[in-house]
């Protein structure tokens, strides 16, 4: 029977302790690696600043009701002509209005039957032709919008909605917002990091959040990622938010 040498088990045992403290080594060194890998920061930069409406549009229209669709067509072509000159009055150049094809279509009235069900019956036609202004001159606009009204009371055909105000150059505009939201969200991060005894390093991500365009002295939205663009106003408050990810590491 073969008998095992002591020596050889003590060589056996050192190898085992050998290989086990080298995992061990290896193990608490990759640990202590990672535990000086720097972390990261997220933070919201804000930019907001007033601007003024370059354009503006306005939609007008005549709308007539008839027995026939001929008849309809008719008045129309009678009655868009009127709106025409109207706006030529008001300085608007040829280049300036739009005139869109005429649209005629049925109209219908809700009857209510015996049972108490209601019945669409076709009630002769409608029709519409609309005119579109789309100018730089937005006295002209607002102009125009207060002498529609007399224009209006003497010709029940005669509609209108009220002008859209709007920025020409919003990519321009958007661009130096997202600078400026860039350098607030590196100072808040600067703050963060500042108070934890940290640095901030560079930037790891960005995305930008919502582009808000209020009325001058409109509100905010809580919706970063939505989008506002409120046209009933000349003067906007324009508003971007960014968020962005910075590495953070030991003074």
Do not use: C
Not at 87 to 102: K, S
Not at 181 to 199: C, N, S, V
């Amino acid at each position: 029977m073969a008998t095992h040498s002591p020596s050889k088990g003590l060589v056996l045992l050192g190898i085992t302790l050998a290989i086990g403290l080298i995992a061990a080594a290896f193990v608490l060194g990759m640990q202590f690696k990672n535990f000086r890998q720097p972390g990261t920061i997220t933070v919201k930069g804000l930019a907001e600043k007033s601007y003024q409406a370059d354009r503006a549009e306005w939609q007008t229209s005549v709308a007539v009701h008839g027995d026939t669709y001929a008849q309809v067509l008719a008045q129309l072509q009678q009655a868009e002509p009127v709106l025409a000159r109207f706006l030529t009055a008001q300085g608007f150049n040829a280049t300036e209005v739009q005139r869109f094809t005429p649209m005629v279509e049925p109209a219908y009235t809700e009857v209510r039957q015996e049972d108490g069900s209601i019945r669409q019956v076709q009630n002769g036609y409608q029709g519409e032709q609309r005119l579109l202004v789309s100018s730089s001159n937005l006295t002209a606009i607002q102009k125009a919008q207060q002498a529609v009204l007399q224009l209006r009371a003497d010709n029940e055909a005669i509609r209108f909605e009220q002008p859209q105000y709007l920025l020409g150059n919003l990519e321009t505009i958007k661009h130096a917002l997202i600078t400026q939201a860039t350098e607030d969200a590196h100072k808040r991060a600067q703050e963060f990091a500042k108070t934890g005894g940290a640095a901030v390093g560079a930037m790891r991500s960005a995305s930008q959040g919502s582009f808000n365009i209020y009325a001058e002295g409109g509100g905010s939205s809580s919706d970063d990622y939505g989008g506002v663009y409120d046209k009933t106003t000349i003067g906007k408050n324009v508003r971007l938010v960014v968020t962005i990810e910075y590495g953070i590491g030991k003074e």
